[in-house]
């Protein structure tokens, strides 16, 4: 069993930065990254994601202020967020899960860090 631990969420000012950290407790290396997030009253949605071999994907909402990335080494996923909105205010989760072709399926879950972004 894999532990998910976020770090890094906090409260700042709109146009500025945060950069958010994903320990696992295991390897990584085989597994597809995601981070997500959930606003109060809404449901949760996928913010970015990235896979074994490197490459990215961006919710339209983001792209361009956020960016994933991983560190396989050291079993760490990170979002970096730059120009921050009111709109991203939200409870960030880190997502590990499992490929198709995974002899073994999983889907683990952080439990969330809060992001709060001030006007």
């Known amino acids: 069993q894999v532990q998910l631990v976020e770090s890094g969420g906090g409260l700042v000012q709109a146009g500025g930065s945060l950069r958010l950290s994903c320990a696992a407790s295991g390897s990584i290396f085989r597994s597809a990254m995601g981070w997500y997030r959930q606003a109060p009253g809404k449901e949760r949605e996928l913010v970015a994601f990235i896979i074994s071999g490197g490459l990215t994907n961006y919710a339209d909402s983001v792209k361009g202020r956020f960016t994933i990335s991983r560190d396989n080494a050291k079993n760490t996923v990170y979002l970096q967020m730059n120009s921050l909105k009111p709109e991203d205010t939200a409870v960030y989760y880190c997502?590990?899960?499992?490929?198709?072709?995974?002899?073994?399926?999983?889907?683990?879950w952080g439990q969330g860090t809060q992001v709060t972004v001030s006007s």
């Open positions: 997502n590990a899960r499992s490929t198709r072709i995974a002899p073994v399926k999983y889907d683990y």
